[in-house]
């Protein structure tokens, strides 16, 4: 394992033997990161993908629609780092997208990044619950 990438153990418990061993049964994790407007989240998310394989799934009911990238305060392409990110600036503001539209919309998203070992959900102020 490279050293330079940390791990997460809450409990530092010791690494058991089959470490690193897919198990079958487990579900794909989930990282969610909430917080204010202007807090950080995107740049977190966008950090961590430098350590994990994780794709970013937008939250926000704003930032889901075209053409809003100031008001909603979007987060450049160029500050994304190749990152990709999921219903960012996807939807047409002249198409009314629910809590339910979201929800159809993003479990879809889920499914087809359980490849992949995590999964981030960024969320900003008036984000989809």
Known sequence: MDNDIPTIN???????EDEGTPNPNSKPKVL???GA????????????AS????EIINADSMQVYQGLDVLTNKVPLHDRKGVPHHLLGTISPNVEFTAKDFRDTAVPQFDDLS???TENFETHKGFYE
């Open 115 to 117: 490849e992949l070992p």
């Open 37 to 48: 407007t202007g807090a950080g989240k995107s740049r977190l998310a966008v950090d961590l």
């Open 10 to 16: 809450p409990k530092n418990e010791e690494p058991s």
């Open 51 to 54: 350590y994990f394989p994780i």
């Open 32 to 34: 969610v990161i909430m």
